[in-house]
């Protein structure tokens, strides 16, 4: 394996149906992404476990068990971003799989340099969120604190003013990054998902706002830490200190 092998994004394929994965297979290798095709659920979920991919790409019919539930558990025990590409097409599918921690939502049929720009821009959102803003201190600090609670941005842990620690999916923890490394500013959608043109029809980030306010016990219908500012964006009004 070359060097540029061994550095380039690791992708896993989870679809039952051979062609269907030859094809996304061939379409990331043409741009540079490494990647494995995957039959089942539970093969998923151990390879996941044991090479901590970049993305994986999950089809939710699987022969072995539901998609969605693959999803969860992957977020609860090797969380990492993901995309859902199924033949449902169903915004109840699509909602409850954002909640779940997905990045994106893409229905087959599909057209592969999509796919493609679609993996590149979760990627590429990752890649921005957890590249640190240049430290004050020339001590990196990792460990952010606001109110009682501290988000250790190295290990993506968040931890409770009891000590208890809050489980986040890798695009909570990575929305999380962005607002406290900018408290008391309004960011736009745009900012918040690392893009430049987001569909305005488009309420993946509200859904993820919406799951972070409940994981900080923020009130949703009145929220004290990530404020709303309509027609705008959103807040985080918080003091943030860092240690």
């Known amino acids: 394996m070359t060097e540029h092998e061994i550095s380039s994004p690791l992708i896993l394929v989870l679809e039952d149906e051979p062609d269907i994965a030859n094809l996304i297979c061939s379409a990331l290798a043409g741009y540079g992404f490494r990647s494995e095709p995957i039959r089942t659920g539970r093969e998923l979920l151990a390879r996941a476990r044991q090479c901590s991919p970049d993305l994986v790409i999950v089809d939710l019919g699987l022969p072995d068990m539901d998609g969605m539930q693959v999803v969860r558990e992957l977020q609860d025990g090797a969380p990492c971003a993901v995309l859902i590409l199924t033949g449902r097409n169903d915004v109840t599918d699509r909602v409850l799989g954002l909640e779940l921690g997905a990045d994106d939502y893409i229905v087959k049929p ?53 000590g208890e620690e809050v489980p986040l999916s890798s695009s909570e923890a ?33 859904v993820r706002i919406s799951r972070l306010r409940r994981k900080l016990d923020d009130d949703p219908h009145s929220p004290k830490l990530i404020k709303t500012v309509y027609g705008a964006g959103y807040l985080f009004s918080a003091q943030v200190s860092w240690e």
């Open 110 to 162: 599909f057209e592969p340099r999509e796919l493609v720009a679609r993996v590149r821009s979760i990627l590429r959102r990752y890649t921005r969120s957890a590249a640190p803003e240049a430290p004050a201190d020339p001590v990196e600090r990792t460990v952010a604190r606001f109110g009682d609670w501290r988000f250790d941005t190295s290990r993506h842990a968040l931890i409770k003013p009891d």
């Open 174 to 206: 990575a929305l999380l990054m962005t607002l406290v490394r900018r408290p008391n500013k309004i960011l736009s959608r745009e900012q918040l998902l690392g893009e430049r043109d987001v569909d305005p029809f488009d309420r993946s980030i509200d």
